[in-house]
T-cell receptor
């Protein structure tokens, strides 16, 4: 089966600019997750969707980050405006249900200048 | 809040050695624990998942154990190979939610 697809792989922007990431989960996976992984750290959950509804966004900086999952399939994560501390790898994961193992994409590496 | 700690942060071993990676967590009310592998510039690959009712899981040369009462898990890698070089991450899911709480990982280098 095809894995979780993410784009772009790399993005370089200046602070205060906006950026968007895209994720296509494994077909049929109802649950989708966005994680932020800062260099040298483990991933931190930003937001979790069940179909197209938000289950957990308690660690999402809502003043600058937003996410949506259209029709319960693809998802986009947006940052506006970006700060230097947002430099990280943004990982998307999906699972068949909330109780099943999560499958990760290769991530988008974001650098803020 | 669940805190997950992995020791050591980095490890270098010669090929063929057996090795143990350690993971500890502060809240024993866990739903499951997962070990992942992360290669440079790549996402995470799930290696083993242990449910809270289980004591261990095995896959090939990998064996993971879980001791909930002491808040510990170990990942045992037998007969290590250079291809095992990667960062290994431990992640815990608690009973109160679906998010995975990750440790910072152990960076493993297996030298030929």
């Amino acid at each position: 089966e095809a894995g979780v697809a993410q784009s772009p792989r790399y993005k370089i922007i200046e602070k205060r600019q906006s950026v968007a990431f895209w994720c296509n989960p494994i077909s049929g996976h109802a649950t989708l997750y966005w994680y932020q992984q800062i260099l040298g750290q483990g991933p931190k959950l930003l937001i979790q969707f069940q179909n197209n509804g938000v289950v957990d966004d308690s660690q999402l900086p809502k003043d600058r980050f937003s996410a949506e999952r259209l029709k319960g399939v693809d998802s986009t994560l947006k940052i506006q405006p970006a700060k230097l501390e947002d430099s990280a790898v943004y990982l998307c994961a999906s699972s068949l249900t909330r109780d099943q193992p999560q499958h990760f994409g290769d991530g988008t590496r974001l650098s803020i200048l | 809040k669940q805190e997950v700690t992995q020791i050591p942060a980095a490890l270098s071993v010669p090929e063929g050695e057996n090795l143990v990676l350690n993971c500890s967590f502060t809240d024993s009310a866990i739903y499951n624990l997962q070990w992942f592998r992360q290669d440079p510039g790549k996402g995470l690959t799930s290696l083993l998942l242990i449910q809270s009712s289980q004591r261990e899981q095995t896959s090939g040369r990998l064996n993971a154990s879980l001791d909930k009462s002491s808040g510990r898990s170990t990942l045992y890698i037998a007969a290590s190979q250079p291809g095992d070089s990667a960062t290994y991450l431990c992640a815990v899911r608690t009973n109160s939610g679906y998010a995975l709480n990750f440790g910072k990982g152990t960076s493993l280098l297996v030298t030929p």
